[in-house]
């Protein structure tokens, strides 16, 4: 339900359907680690097609450190303080990988976005925490952080929580203390007393990038888990089937703020499962695989195998349409969600990918149709569709092209020596049909100080990734 006048004021949109209502997107923040060994940098984007600097940088920030792996972020505010006046979207929360560093950057003026202060690793590590992901603002003033590893970089699922104001670390989120074996990205939904995060993997092995014999090993995650939201207690761990439940990365609620429906993408698994109330037990959470990615015989290629490896999921923020990028395979799938039982392919581009035909991988399948390699502007996109970031009213997807700096270098060398793009997609707002924007290109490749590798982005007012309704 939206919330009543007298609480509006705060940051964000009081409800889904009113942020559907907000203006038009006109910049994206972008993360970029270094595609060499300078440091990385987050970039402000001009993406208002009116302007005389459409699909370009208009400023930046060079942070101070080299090899960091800027990644993703999150804000010190949304629109779950949405009911507190005082309360501003001001600061960008970017945790490194790579450092255990954390930055925050001020951006209320988007044109002039500095760093502001810098969380050193010394202060995780006395938390015994590492591999800092995913940022969340929390109603109540902090900012929580996933974090992946212990300081040792071995594999350990803990939480992160910072003082919203000044931005120091505060202590870990669980109540009781206790850690899940691995950890990656989070999403609560306080309404319905609930947070799910999802497992990556082991940190020292992620770094020296994928070797598919670590998953047996158990150097990989194939679970999801349960947390009561009031209390900071683990309640479940849902054990994926494999080998579709490998690696699951990103969840997603519905936006709906009473919604029981959740959504995660498996990554190894090319797969999404729907996490729900048990129908015999609503009490407890299960999980049912509804969508599938098959794998290509393919040759000369690392593996006879190859996976779609969902790296992203979006939902739209009328929770109609899911988003999925398979960075392997190239294509970027939309799902009608409007049954969040039964998800059914909508629509489906290509943005580059290891199967198209400029690609030396030859696809076994006697009935695979060709996929022609993709130019935009006379550049050819080189990787696949990565980060996802969708405007408010659905109508524009932006797509990002790198994943990790040291598994970019193993799948995509290329993408790394020429630098990654950002592209648009035109989505019909009537039917969900989506048409590559030839019109629109960010070569990260030609940013001076590059190349860069850029990954996440964000709208400074709120999108459909970092919002969460109270």
């Known amino acids: ?31 970029a680690p270094h595609a060499r060994d300078g440091p990385d940098a987050i970039f402000t984007v001009n993406v208002n097609p009116e302007s005389e600097t459409f699909c370009q940088i208009i400023s ?39 450092s255990d560093r954390i930055y925050v950057i001020n951006v209320e003026n988007e044109r002039e976005i500095y760093l502001q202060h810098t969380i050193e690793p010394s202060k995780l590590h006395a938390l015994n925490l590492s591999f800092p992901h995913t940022s969340h603002c929390l109603a109540d003033g902090n900012i929580m952080i996933s974090t992946l590893g212990e300081a040792d970089g071995s594999p350990s699922g803990n939480f992160l929580l910072l003082d919203g104001k000044t931005f120091e670390p505060k202590g870990t989120w669980p109540a009781d203390g206790k850690v899940v074996p ?44 349960i947390f009561e939201w009031d209390t900071k207690k683990h309640l479940q761990t849902i054990d994926l089937p494999m080998p579709r439940g490998a690696l699951p990365l990103e969840v ?24 729900h109330p048990d129908e015999k037990n609503p009490k407890v959470q299960t999980a049912s695989l509804v969508a599938t990615i098959p794998s290509k015989k393919v040759e000369n290629w690392a593996l006879p195998d190859m996976p779609a490896l969902i790296t992203d999921i979006l939902i739209s923020m009328d929770d109609r349409f899911l988003y999925v990028s398979c960075w392997l395979h190239g294509d970027i ?8 039982k039964n998800p059914k392919l909508n629509s489906q581009v290509f943005i580059g990918g290891s199967i198209h035909s400029e690609t030396t991988v030859k696809v076994l399948e006697e009935d695979h149709d060709e996929i022609p ?49 950002m592209l648009q997609i035109d989505v019909d707002p009537i039917t969900g049909h989506m ?6 290109l960010i070569d990260f490749g030609k940013v001076p100080g590059g190349p860069y590798l850029a990954h996440e982005m964000r709208y400074p007012g709120g999108d459909c990734t970092s919002d969460i309704w109270i």
């Open 182 to 225: 691995f950890n990656y990205d989070f999403w609560y939904q306080p309404r319905r007393n609930i947070m799910i995060s999802t497992e990556w993997g082991s940190p020292n092995h992620i770094k020296k990038g994928f070797n598919p014999a670590h998953v047996p090993e158990g150097l990989y995650g194939n679970s999801v888990h």
């Open 333 to 340: 799938r939309q799902y009608d969600i409007s049954d969040p």
């Open 60 to 98: 930046r920030v060079d942070v101070p450190n080299i090899g960091d792996e800027v990644h993703h972020t999150g804000w010190n505010a949304c629109s779950s303080c949405h009911d507190k006046p005082t309360e501003k979207r001001s600061h960008l929360i970017v945790p490194c990988l790579n």
């Open 1 to 31: 339900m939206p919330c009543p006048l007298k609480c509006h004021g705060g940051p964000g949109y009081a409800s889904p359907a009113d942020a559907i209502k907000g203006p038009r997107e006109e910049v994206l923040f972008v993360t």
């Open 252 to 275: 997603r609620f519905l936006h709906e703020p009473t919604s029981e429906h959740a959504f995660v993408g498996c990554a190894l698994g090319s797969a999404i499962f729907r996490i």
């Open 435 to 440: 048409v590559i924007n030839k019109n629109f």
């Open 373 to 421: 390699a993709l130019y935009v502007k006379g550049r050819q996109i080189e990787g696949g569709p990565q980060m996802l970031q969708l405007s408010l009213d659905g109508k524009r997807l932006y797509v990002s092209t790198s994943l990790y700096k040291k598994w970019d270098d193993q799948f995509y060398p290329e993408n790394v020596r020429s630098g990654a793009t």
